[in-house]
Nanobody, 128 residues
Framework: QVQLVESWGGSVQAGGSLRLSCAAS????????MGWFRQASGKERWAVVL???????TYADSVKGRFTIPKDNTKNTLYLQMNSLKPQDTAMYYC??????????????????????WGQGTQVTVST
């Protein structure tokens, strides 16, 4: 049974940093397409960043240069390092995974249905 467990969300002031983690069990992070999505209150969920099995990454324009997606395959854990946070980054953040290489590598085109496995989400709130 696959489980993705996100943690280390929280509240931070604008300009601050947070590092989310996604601990995976039941699948190998090295052999899975993985990503971070976010959903603001009243809005649709959308992809922030994808990481493919070869380590290649694609970022949404709004987070480029501020967010990175480190992955520790020895710990089977995916991270989302978020720097220079802005109030508009406030959202529930979800980790997602699908076995094998990413079928869709365009972060603007990826759909929820491209991922089979989801975490429960962790809230990030950025205040001014």
């Amino acid at each position: 049974q696959v489980q993705l467990v996100e943690s280390w969300g929280g509240s931070v002031q604008a300009g601050g940093s947070l590092r989310l983690s996604c601990a995976a069990s039941g699948l190998s992070t090295s052999r899975s397409c993985m990503g971070w999505f976010r959903q603001a209150s009243g809005k649709e969920r959308w992809a922030v960043v994808l990481i493919d099995t070869d380590g290649s990454t694609t970022y949404a324009d709004s987070v480029k240069g501020r967010f990175t997606i480190p992955k520790d395959n020895t710990k089977n854990t995916l991270y989302l390092q978020m720097n220079s946070l802005k109030p508009q980054d406030t959202a529930m953040y979800y980790c997602a995974a699908d076995l094998g290489a990413c079928e869709e590598t365009d972060v603007t085109a990826v759909l929820d249905s491209d991922f089979v496995h989801w975490g429960q989400g962790t809230q990030v709130t950025v205040s001014t």
